[in-house]
């Protein structure tokens, strides 16, 4: 009986490392839907206002030089979280299936054995 006390507390093991790697895959999946929102909310467009045509084509400049800033440091943080991803993705799916087979063990320790004649 031991060795289905010893399957049923590594199944439970498991199933909480399991658990575990599906909230820091939900928690990367988050991070990288938000950068992914902040990259497609930029526009080209410069906020408009009422100046003059030199200021306003200072304040164009500016902005795309902004613009273009912000999307490379958002597309190196998305590169970053989509890595951060698929790494809680493979563990996830490592954790989850230990957890399975665990689970068919444990079901098969607690089957009665048939003798075989031999």
Same mark, same amino acid.
């Given at each position: 009986?031991? %060795? ?6 590594l ?5 909480? !490392?399991?658990e #575990?790697?599906?909230? $820091? ?6 991070? %990288?839907n938000?950068? &992914? ?6 526009t ?11 200021? #306003?084509? $200072?304040? /164009? ?6 613009? &273009?800033?912000r999307? $490379?440091? !958002?597309a #190196?943080? !998305?590169a970053?979280?989509? #890595?951060? =991803?698929?790494?809680? %993705?493979?563990?996830? /799916? @490592? ?6 087979a !665990? ?5 098969v /320790?607690?089957?009665? @054995? =048939?003798?075989?004649?031999d």
């Amino acid at each position: 009986m031991n %060795r289905a006390r010893d399957l049923r507390r590594l199944g439970a093991l498991a199933s909480l !490392l399991s658990e #575990a790697g599906l909230s $820091r895959l939900a928690g990367a999946l988050a991070a %990288r839907n938000r950068t &992914e929102g902040l990259l497609a909310a930029l526009t080209d467009a410069p906020p408009s206002g009422e100046v003059e045509p030199a200021a #306003a084509l $200072r304040n /164009a400049a500016v902005y795309a030089a902004w613009i &273009e800033h912000r999307r $490379r440091a !958002l597309a #190196a943080q !998305l590169a970053q979280e989509t #890595a951060r =991803v698929d790494d809680a %993705r493979a563990t996830a /799916a @490592r954790a989850f299936g230990r957890a399975q087979a !665990l689970g068919r063990l444990e079901s098969v /320790a607690h089957r009665p @054995r =048939v003798a075989t004649p031999d």
